[in-house]
Nanobody
């Protein structure tokens, strides 16, 4: 399984970014997917997840109303649209796939990308 994130960068507070995650090596449409992030000196935290079939979503309270997770099963790609970015959103963002196919919500995530850096300046 390979998950490759892209779209990170430097943006001013209030700006927007869209992250993408290209997946290969798994039956993408059968797996719940998620985004996590890790800020310097902090543990990795959950950001958002999307189900494999119905498109149901879940978000961390800190990003609700600002971030939107989406998937395109035809393009085998996961997205994270981030609006109204804040300096506290600065982190490395990771794409992840559920450990088991066909589960929602997933008990855990078993496949991870290498991450993409998002830096929000004040």
């Amino acid at each position: 399984v390979q998950l490759v994130e892209s779209g990170g960068g430097l943006v001013q507070a209030g700006g927007s970014l869209r992250l993408s995650c290209a997946a290969s090596g798994l039956s993408f449409s059968s797996y719940a997917m998620g985004w996590f992030r890790q800020a310097p000196g902090k543990e990795r935290e959950f950001v958002a997840a999307i189900s494999w079939r119905t498109g149901s979503t879940r978000y961390a309270d800190s990003v609700k109303g600002r971030f939107t997770i989406a998937r395109d099963n035809g393009k085998i790609t996961l997205y994270l649209q981030m609006n109204s970015l804040k300096p506290e959103d600065t982190a490395v963002y990771y794409c992840a796939a559920a450990r088991r196919a066909g589960t929602w919500p997933p008990a855990d995530f078993g496949f991870w990308g290498q991450g993409t850096q998002v830096t929000v300046s004040s």
